[in-house]
């Protein structure tokens, strides 16, 4: 069974950073996507960051040269390190991960990609 634990987040002053773990257990799919996404209240759930198996990443713009997803696959961890944290960043930021489709990286933050597997969450504070 696989089974996706985030950690890290936390409330931090705007310009601040903050880096997110997420440890994966039961995962053994060798081609896939893993990505982060964020829901803030009353908004829609929006990817951040993706990687696939061979290490190339995907991220939306907002956070373009601030962000950075990372993973060390002997650990099975996934990483966000968040830096230059704005107000908008805040949210609920939560791990996912495919099933293993191998399908091309362009695909991992596409809006209606079907992620399987998803952490819980953890909480994203940014004060101004």
């Known amino acids: 069974q696989v089974q996706l634990v985030e950690s890290g987040g936390g409330s931090v002053q705007s310009g601040g950073s903050l880096k997110l773990s997420c440890a994966a257990s039961?995962?053994?799919?060798?081609?896939?996507?893993m990505g982060w996404f964020r829901q803030a209240p009353g908004k829609k759930r929006e990817g951040v960051a993706a990687i696939d198996d061979d290490g190339r990443t995907s991220y939306a713009d907002s956070v373009k040269g601030r962000f950075t997803i990372s993973q060390d696959s002997a650990k099975k961890t996934l990483y966000l390190q968040m830096n230059s944290l704005k107000p908008e960043d805040a949210a609920v930021y939560y791990c996912?991960?495919?099933?293993?489709?191998?399908?091309?990286?362009?695909?991992?933050?596409?809006?209606?990609?079907?992620?399987?597997?998803w952490g819980q969450g953890t909480q994203v504070t940014v004060s101004s």
């Open positions: 996912a991960a495919d099933s293993g489709r191998g399908v091309p990286l362009g695909w991992c933050l596409y809006e209606g990609y079907e992620y399987n597997y």
């Open positions: 039961g995962y053994t799919y060798r081609r896939y996507c």
